[in-house]
T-cell receptor
Framework: DAGVIQSPRHEVTEMGQEVTLRCKPISGHNSLFWYRQTMMRGLELLIYFNNNVPIDDSGMPEDRFSAKMPNASFSTLKIQPSEPRDSAVYFC?????????????FGPGTRLTVT | QKEVEQNSGPLSVPEGAIASLNCTYS??????FFWYRQYSGKSPELIMF????GDKEDGRFTAQLNKASQYVSLLIRDSQPSDSATYLCAVLSGTYKYIFGTGTRLKVLA
C-alpha cells in the first residue's frame, strides 16, 4: 500500500491567493483527518470526516478554510484567500475507524508558505 | 480548552542511557493515550498506545500511565542516536479527537 498521499509537498503562494491541498487516504480507511502543525501551537485537528461526511469542523480557524471529501479516496482542504499566518505544515491522516487502538496513518504533509 | 502539556526540550541523553519523556493532560475523562515519534521534516508515526494504569512495554519502549495524577510518560532504554526526534504525546478526547502536545525534542548523543 502506498500510504496516505498528499500533494503538493510544498506550496509557496502570495497573500490573497487560493490554495488547495489534496489528500488520498489509505484504501479501506473510513476516517480522514486534516491537521495543521506549527511550532507555536503544535498539531491541531482542523476537520474530521467519517465515511466521507464531515463530522467535526470546529477546528477550522475561520471561513477562509473549507474542506471536502467527494468520495472515499479523495479529500481537499482549501484556503481562500490565504494569509501569511496560514503558513504551516498541513497533514492528512486516515484510519480504519476513528479512536481507540486504530492507528492514524499520516501523510507526508504539505508545507505551505504564504508571503 | 482541553490541553496536553509537554516540556519542549531539548532533552539530551548519552547513547545507551534511558530517556524519560513526560506528558500531562487536563481532561480527567480521557481514556486513551498515544506516543508518536516525528523526525525532522517527516510526519508523525505511532510508537505506542496505552489505556490502563501502569506500564506497557514494547521492546526498548515503556509507556507509563497514571490517571489519578493525569500524566503519561515514555521511557526509551538503551537510547540510540537514531532515537533523536520529537516525541508527541496525544490524548484521545471522546471518540475521535486527538489532542496533541507540542512535543519534546530528544537528542541522543553518540
Amino acid at each position: 500500500d502506498a500510504g496516505v498521499i498528499q500533494s503538493p509537498r510544498h506550496e509557496v503562494t502570495e497573500m490573497g491567493q487560493e490554495v488547495t491541498l489534496r489528500c488520498k487516504p489509505i484504501s479501506g480507511h473510513n476516517s480522514l483527518f486534516w491537521y495543521r502543525q506549527t511550532m507555536m501551537r503544535g498539531l491541531e485537528l482542523l476537520i474530521y470526516f467519517n465515511n466521507n461526511v464531515p463530522i467535526d469542523d470546529s477546528g477550522m480557524p475561520e471561513d477562509r478554510f473549507s474542506a471536502k471529501m467527494p468520495n472515499a479516496s479523495f479529500s481537499t482542504l482549501k484556503i481562500q484567500p490565504s494569509e501569511p499566518r496560514d503558513s504551516a505544515v498541513y497533514f492528512c491522516a486516515s484510519s480504519l475507524v476513528a479512536g481507540g487502538p486504530n492507528e492514524q496513518y499520516f501523510g507526508p504533509g504539505t508545507r505551505l508558505t504564504v508571503t | 480548552q482541553k490541553e496536553v502539556e509537554q516540556n519542549s526540550g531539548p532533552l539530551s541523553v548519552p547513547e545507551g542511557a534511558i530517556a524519560s519523556l513526560n506528558c500531562t493532560y487536563s481532561d480527567r475523562g480521557s481514556q486513551s493515550f498515544f506516543w508518536y515519534r516525528q523526525y525532522s521534516g517527516k510526519s508523525p508515526e505511532l510508537i505506542m498506545f496505552i489505556y490502563s494504569n501502569g506500564d506497557k512495554e514494547d521492546g526498548r519502549f515503556t509507556a507509563q500511565l497514571n490517571k489519578a495524577s493525569q500524566y503519561v510518560s515514555l521511557l526509551i532504554r538503551d537510547s540510540q542516536p537514531s532515537d533523536s526526534a520529537t516525541y508527541l504525546c496525544a490524548v484521545l478526547s471522546g471518540t475521535y479527537k486527538y489532542i496533541f502536545g507540542t512535543g519534546t525534542r530528544l537528542k541522543v548523543l553518540a
